[in-house]
């Protein structure tokens, strides 16, 4: 959008001494003609913009053209620039780049880089295709639009859905969408991976009342619903991966040995995958029916992957 560039050729100029026409049409992707153009509107508006010809010409800004930025301290701006830097792998690099111009700017006589924390939100196995139905999910959220889009759940059933699409929310290195369920009258969270043909309609949405709190309301539910407890043994150097990735309790300790409980949710595909990757560094004791189903599974994986018995 037009209003959205001025901004961002307006902060890529104050961060710079000196900017040719050329350089912000390779910067903006749009021609030298657009650049001039917006050149011209940002000189209309106030902005003291300086025109300089010959081999070392180009735009510039007047110097004491800023925002006042004392309103923050280096605490405060370090923080700032810890939550730019850590969405660069969850939005990708463009619009963490031009809000880090912005930042730059505005905190021009202050220490930006270099900070000792630093977050990792990266999705190195997200589906391309992810970044795509992200935007135009976020588009129907501000236009308050319902969207239509085929969803396969993880016990790999399939089905149309149209949902009001409330929020969006990034967790366990992965993006979904929060909304309302018109076929199910309920609230309702979808993975974006699992979101084939994703569409706007033009059916609007009526505003849904504390869709903050809807939401904590649905995690809150959503935890506890259909929770089983698992009793397992394992070898004591084994303690922090089962507490990493498990949440429950240590029951007895003995010298080598560790006897927990840890909670599981029923159907969990990526629990249940865990679990079967510690192989035989645990023992699963109870329920018999736990032990049972995981027994099946392995004899149908070896029975699948080894139909002859040559192992």
């Given at each position: 959008?037009?209003?959205?560039?001025?901004?961002?050729?307006?902060?890529?100029?104050?961060?710079?001494?000196?900017?040719?026409?050329?350089?912000?049409?390779?910067?903006?992707q749009?021609?030298?003609?657009?650049?001039?153009?917006?050149?011209?509107?940002?000189?209309?508006?106030?902005?003291?913009?300086?025109?300089?010809?010959?081999?070392?010409?180009?735009?510039?800004?007047?110097?004491?053209?800023?925002?006042?930025s004392?309103?923050?301290?280096?605490?405060?701006?370090e923080?700032?620039?810890?939550?730019?830097?850590?969405?660069?792998?969850?939005?990708?690099?463009?619009?963490?780049?031009?809000?880090?111009?912005?930042?730059?700017?505005?905190?021009?006589?202050?220490k930006?880089?270099?900070?000792?924390?630093?977050?990792?939100?990266?999705?190195?196995?997200?589906?391309?295709?992810?970044?795509?139905?992200?935007?135009?999910?976020?588009?129907?959220?501000?236009?308050?639009?319902?969207?239509?889009?085929i969803?396969?759940?993880?016990?790999?059933?399939?089905?149309?859905?149209?949902?009001?699409?409330?929020?969006?929310?990034?967790?366990?290195?992965?993006?979904?969408?929060?909304?309302?369920?018109?076929?199910?009258?309920?609230?309702?969270?979808?993975?974006?991976?699992r979101?084939?043909?994703?569409?706007?309609?033009?059916?609007?949405?009526q505003?849904h009342?504390?869709?903050?709190?809807?939401?904590?309301?649905?995690?809150?539910?959503?935890?506890?619903?259909?929770?089983?407890?698992?009793?397992?043994?394992?070898?004591?150097?084994?303690?922090?991966?089962?507490?990493?990735?498990?949440?429950?309790?240590?029951?007895?300790?003995?010298?080598?040995?560790?006897?927990?409980?840890?909670?599981?949710?029923?159907?969990?595909?990526?629990?249940?995958?865990?679990?079967?990757?510690?192989?035989?560094?645990?023992?699963?004791?109870?329920?018999?029916?736990?032990?049972?189903?995981?027994?099946?599974?392995?004899?149908?994986?070896?029975?699948?992957?080894?139909?002859?018995?040559?192992?």
């Amino acid at each position: 959008m037009k209003i959205e560039r001025l901004l961002n050729i307006l902060f890529y100029l104050l961060n710079r001494e000196r900017v040719t026409a050329n350089e912000l049409a390779q910067q903006f992707q749009v021609s030298k003609r657009t650049i001039l153009r917006d050149i011209d509107t940002l000189s209309l508006s106030g902005v003291p913009i300086y025109a300089e010809v010959g081999a070392k010409g180009g735009y510039s800004i007047h110097r004491e053209y800023h925002i006042n930025s004392k309103i923050m301290n280096q605490e405060n701006i370090e923080y700032v620039v810890l939550a730019i830097e850590s969405l660069r792998g969850v939005y990708g690099s463009k619009i963490v780049d031009e809000t880090y111009e912005k930042v730059r700017h505005i905190f021009t006589n202050q220490k930006i880089e270099g900070q000792a924390d630093r977050l990792d939100l990266s999705v190195l196995s997200e589906h391309p295709e992810v970044v795509s139905r992200l935007n135009l999910i976020k588009e129907a959220i501000r236009e308050q639009k319902q969207i239509e889009f085929i969803y396969t759940n993880r016990k790999n059933q399939t089905k149309n859905v149209r949902i009001d699409s409330l929020q969006l929310c990034y967790k366990w290195y992965s993006w979904y969408v929060f909304g309302y369920n018109h076929l199910k009258s309920d609230y309702r969270m979808y993975k974006l991976v699992r979101m084939q043909e994703v569409k706007q309609t033009q059916r609007l949405w009526q505003q849904h009342q504390e869709v903050n709190t809807l939401f904590l309301n649905y995690e809150k539910k959503w935890a506890q619903k259909e929770r089983q407890l698992v009793l397992i043994r394992y070898l004591k150097c084994y303690r922090g991966l089962i507490e990493e990735y498990f949440s429950g309790e240590i029951i007895l300790e003995q010298e080598e040995m560790i006897t927990s409980k840890i909670w599981l949710r029923k159907d969990d595909f990526v629990q249940f995958s865990l679990l079967l990757g510690f192989g035989p560094k645990i023992e699963i004791l109870e329920p018999a029916s736990f032990s049972e189903k995981v027994q099946r599974h392995l004899e149908e994986t070896l029975k699948k992957n080894y139909p002859n018995g040559d192992r």
